[in-house]
Antibody, heavy 121, light 108 residues
Framework: EVQLVESGGGLVKPGGSLRLSCAASGFTFSSYTMNWVRQAPGKGLEWVSAIDSRSSFIYHAGSVKGRFTISRDNAKNSLYLQMNSLRAEDTAVYYC??????????????WGQGTLVSVSS | EIVLTQSPGTLSLSPGERATLSCRASQSIRSSYLAWYQQKPGQAPRLLIYGASSRATGIPDRFSGSGSGTDFTLTISRLEPEDFAVYFCQQYGGSLMYTFGQGTKLDI
């Protein structure tokens, strides 16, 4: 069974840092592109960052570029998001999600349960 | 950047009725890059439809997707009580980047 379990969320002051983790199991983690997606309270979904299977390609949304860094450790089946210079508007539930890409299309087929990041003084 | 606009913002229907949700892209996108998700309160999104019209594993056949170019539709043929949720469309914009629509809330 595919499982994605996020951790590391919490309350942090503006300007602070936090590192999120996503532990993957039930599939060959090293074969999949992974993403972070966030959802501010009562709002829609916002794609944040993506990393390909070998960490060769990394992309971040403009809203977090220069402040957030996505990374992975395939030996540990883990995905990370290092968040620096946090702002109030970064307050959200952060989800990790797996990309499935085949001839039928590209989609996020599995999601974690999310971890809440609150940025407040 | 391609913008996805979903309509209506809220759709109020009753069990047994048909629901039609729209997702319009600001420019033409490949159908294989359009997906739909369902999200219930306190839960993570769940994949419903990918490639504009393919149902994900375990999704009932009352859910169907259609469309091409800039106009895509999610249809729920006969609403069940568990279908009342928020629905998001998503497109892949290349270079591993994605955008989501703002969501449609399906209300009883």
């Amino acid at each position: 069974e595919v499982q994605l379990v996020e951790s590391g969320g919490g309350l942090v002051k503006p300007g602070g840092s936090l590192r999120l983790s996503c532990a993957a199991s039930g599939f060959t983690f090293s074969s999949y592109t992974m993403n972070w997606v966030r959802q501010a309270p009562g709002k829609g979904l916002e794609w944040v960052s993506a990393i390909d299977s070998r960490s060769s390609f990394i992309y971040h949304a403009g809203s977090v570029k220069g402040r957030f860094t996505i990374s992975r450790d395939n030996a540990k089946n883990s995905l990370y998001l290092q968040m620096n210079s946090l702002r109030a508007e970064d307050t959200a539930v952060y989800y990790c999600a797996r990309v499935k890409d085949d001839s039928s299309g590209r989609r996020f087929d599995y999601w974690g349960q999310g971890t809440l990041v609150s940025v407040s003084s | 950047e391609i913008v996805l606009t979903q309509s209506p913002g809220t759709l109020s229907l009753s069990p047994g009725e048909r629901a039609t949700l729209s997702c319009r892209a600001s420019q033409s996108i490949r159908s294989s890059y359009l997906a739909w998700y369902q999200q219930k309160p306190g839960q993570a999104p769940r994949l419903l439809i990918y490639g504009a019209s393919s149902r994900a594993t375990g999704i009932p056949d009352r859910f169907s997707g259609s469309g091409s170019g800039t106009d895509f539709t999610l249809t729920i043929s006969r609403l069940e009580p568990e279908d009342f949720a928020v629905y998001f469309c998503q497109q892949y914009g290349g270079s591993l980047m994605y955008t989501f629509g703002q969501g449609t809330k399906l209300d009883i």
